[in-house]
């Protein structure tokens, strides 16, 4: 059964995965949060080549693991935004799927605000991929606060999340957002975040997770900064919960 891995950006990514690891998945932003909000702008890369693209691509088959590739900035029709792509390649390096984030975030508070659509051209709908561990479903970040772009998958076996939440946001809704996504679909929930201050000052709330269709919590990183959570994925007993719940 195959395990999922975190790693936030492409220089901390181990030389090796952890023995038995078929997985990975990396969070939102994972090539740069930098000091200005249109600086990944300017990293945009056409759809299919450049040097992010490259690189998850190389890694998935110098390592044979598929990666669930968090977010890559590829061009639109706006000179000046991007699509924010989730990217999923196999163990041979073959790109096999694309999502590019639908829902974009709005917040403000006394201390921040964020406005993605200033740089983001939403995307147009949900996506999901057969995979050797089940029909992976795709979003990212604020996907998770609505319900109704998971049901428009379909079934799916495994949710991924890759994120970066605000700090008042996570503490507030980041647990159990993703536990009801995991016990609504009675699907794992894989959600790999961005944590801790970055150049901007921008501060990201971390607690990377992996939650069951039973919605336990079966493995997190409470920590800051850069780390790896790890968790089986036991398809055996998802099917057994969902037997038994009349699924």
Not at 32 to 46: A, C, N, Q, S
């Amino acid at each position: 059964m195959p395990r999922c891995r975190w790693c936030p950006r492409l220089s901390s990514l181990p030389t090796s995965p952890p023995p038995g690891a078929k997985l990975a998945a990396l969070p939102e932003n994972f090539y740069i949060i930098g000091r200005h909000e249109r600086d990944k702008v300017g990293l945009r890369e056409p759809n299919g080549k450049g040097p992010i693209q490259d690189f998850l691509s190389q890694t998935a088959k110098k390592h044979r693991l598929w990666i669930i590739g968090g977010t890559a900035p590829i061009v639109c029709a706006s000179e000046d935004k991007i699509r924010s792509a989730c990217l999923v390649y196999d163990d041979a390096g073959k790109r096999v799927a694309r999502y590019d984030k639908s829902h974009l975030f709005r917040f403000e508070s006394p201390t921040e605000r964020h406005d993605e659509s200033r740089t983001l051209e939403p995307g147009s709908g949900p996506v999901a991929v057969e995979s050797p561990f089940g029909r992976l479903g795709l979003s990212i970040c604020y996907d998770v606060r609505f319900p109704e772009h998971y049901r428009g998958m379909g079934p799916v076996d495994v949710i991924f999340v890759p994120s970066a939440f605000t700090v008042p946001t996570g503490q507030a809704h980041w647990e159990v957002l993703l536990r009801a996504r995991a016990v609504e679909n009675m699907a794992y929930v894989v959600a790999p975040a961005q944590g801790g201050t970055h150049a901007s000052g921008r501060r990201t709330y971390g607690h990377t997770m992996i939650v069951d269709p039973w919605g336990e919590v079966i493995a997190a990183r409470a920590e800051d900064g850069e780390g790896v959570v790890l968790a089986e994925i036991d398809t055996e007993r998802m099917h057994e919960m969902r037997r038994r719940l009349g699924w």
